[in-house]
């Protein structure tokens, strides 16, 4: 996929974890609100985990475990180019063992046919509403 990013691998040892955040740059603060953000992500798992190391979305109460081989793909966008709020993710902590993991962040540029704008943005004010409420 050319308009992707380049593979990313990670590694989890023993600890690792990763933060819980937002792929697309919207809801950091004081980072871009416009510009071509990443609109999915692919997670590869490279390996088993012994322990830990689930990838979680918490405002979904979703948790899934690296399995060598498997593979993780959401949309972090609306079509229409705002975030969704309940694609907070993080990584874990590896408890036994390590992760691994490959990440492709896929931007928009390349994808208008695969991935079109939609004709109604009912959801844009959901997601400035949320921002307000709950990321102080
Ligand atoms: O390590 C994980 O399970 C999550 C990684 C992640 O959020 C990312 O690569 O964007
Ligand atoms: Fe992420």
Redesign the pocket.
């Given at each position: 996929m050319s308009t992707a990013e380049d593979m990313?691998v990670?590694r989890?040892s023993v600890g690792g974890y990763?933060g819980h955040?937002y792929?697309s740059f919207h809801m950091i603060p004081g980072g871009p609100v416009t510009g071509p953000q990443r609109i999915a992500?692919w997670?590869s798992y490279l390996s088993d985990v012994d322990a830990g190391?689930a990838?979680v979305f918490p405002y979904v109460n979703v948790a899934v475990w690296p399995q060598r081989g498997s593979a993780l793909f959401w949309y972090n966008e609306y079509r229409w180019g705002a975030i969704d709020p309940l694609t907070m993710?993080?990584?874990c902590p590896v408890l036994v063992g390590a992760?691994w993991?490959a990440?492709k962040?896929i931007r928009p540029i390349g994808q208008e046919f695969h991935h079109p704008c939609p004709l109604h943005n009912t959801t844009i004010a959901y997601s400035y509403e949320f921002r307000k409420n709950y990321l102080k």
């Open positions: 990313n990670i989890y990763y955040h792929d992500t997670i190391g990838t993710h993080g990584g992760k993991i990440t962040w």
